[in-house]
């Protein structure tokens, strides 16, 4: 008998590996926050003995959901500019909002509002694009998520940094300084083509090529983004973007709703990654992302929520069954982006576009134990034919239980346990106060 650490028995497992693979009965063995085994109940009981065992009988564990676009601290506005378009809602709500709240505390009580509501929704690992990293950065350390964090630059003066060196300078420190954690790693995050000069872009792409990192950034989220950048530069953003060298297998393309049969054969020709947000496209009326044109080109599609200002939450659950449904209205063809391809984009997708594809996406030895159990037991996903049918077409993030990142349990039967919830709770009101009395 081996000793190991902790052992889940699950009477469901979707591990995520090989299409359509559902194992019943079978346990997830975890020692040292990894996956050392993952085999029959019966033969898990012969060989291992655990310091804890989590029984899960009326459960299906599956790999941590990977939000894989949001803006992490914008949940202190959720709801505070709805129902306006892109350019409307960050010239006169956001970007007024920004300059007047952020920085390093709100940063910090917004990371954990969101990492909060992250974990209690199954996410256990999500990208961000946002100001003060470091602040979110602190959150993900004592929170236990997982989390990919944006170098950020947007070309014009924020609360975050003056000008393009300090941007890139505080993306680099906030790289050098957590490049051995065990769950932080970062990204450059250049905002949009119509808020980043390409003296930058090329500047990023060399340091992108340098320290062996993903480019993310907003493209084609707008028909006026489009159109304007024809009217400045005589050029689509993609086309633009090509010319300069970015189109490759680091970039993560963010919304892409507006394109064309040519660029997305760029896109697939190139390695692309697409990070698709379809509740924020849809409340923005900003369009959609033809993901069923892409995938049959080969194109690498994830999904994100954007940031809870635009969506207004942070929940995978929704925006997989959403990703699901709305690419089958747009394709015209129920067919495309069946369930289990849903789930791929929300867990083993993301992790590749991310490049940390060994450690977490899929539940196999020697990855990362993070993992996820959702009830489904409960009146509303019952009878039960198909599982990935039943996870997206039916689950909401309300079922998921149980929560492990690195093996350590960050959700308990529905229970934070390394946030106070409550702390967080009148944290964010406390700032809802505050921005309300100047708004
Ligand atoms: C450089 S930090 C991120 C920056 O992006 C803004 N933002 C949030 N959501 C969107 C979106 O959907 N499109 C474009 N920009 C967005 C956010 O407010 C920050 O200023
Ligand atoms: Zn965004």
Redesign the pocket.
Known sequence: MKNVDLIINARWCLPMTAEQLVLENHSIVIHEGNIVALLPQTQAEQLYQATQTQNMDEHCVMPGLINNHG?TA?SLFRGLADDLP?MTW?NNH??PA?QQFVGDAFVEAGSALAIAEMIRGGTTCFSD???FPEATARVVDSSGIRASLGM?V?EFPTNWAKDVNEYLHKGQALHDKYRHHPRITTNY?P??PYTVSDQTLQAIIINAEELDLPIQM?IH?TATEVSDSVAQYGKRPLARLKDLGLLSPRLIAV?MTQLTEEEMDWCAEAGVHIAHCPE?NLK?ASGFSPIADLIKRGVNITIGT??A??NNDLDMFAEMRQAAILAKGVAGDPSVVPAYQALQMATINAAKSLGIDSVTGSLEIGKAADIIAIDLSEIETQPFYDLPSQLVYATGRDKVSDVWVAGKQLLKQRQLTTLNAQHVSAQAQQWATKIRSVS
């Open positions: 803006h914008m892109l960050l956001i970007w920004e694009m946002y100001f950020v947007i995050a905002h949009a907003h989220e919304h924020s923005l954007d940031g200002a635009s």
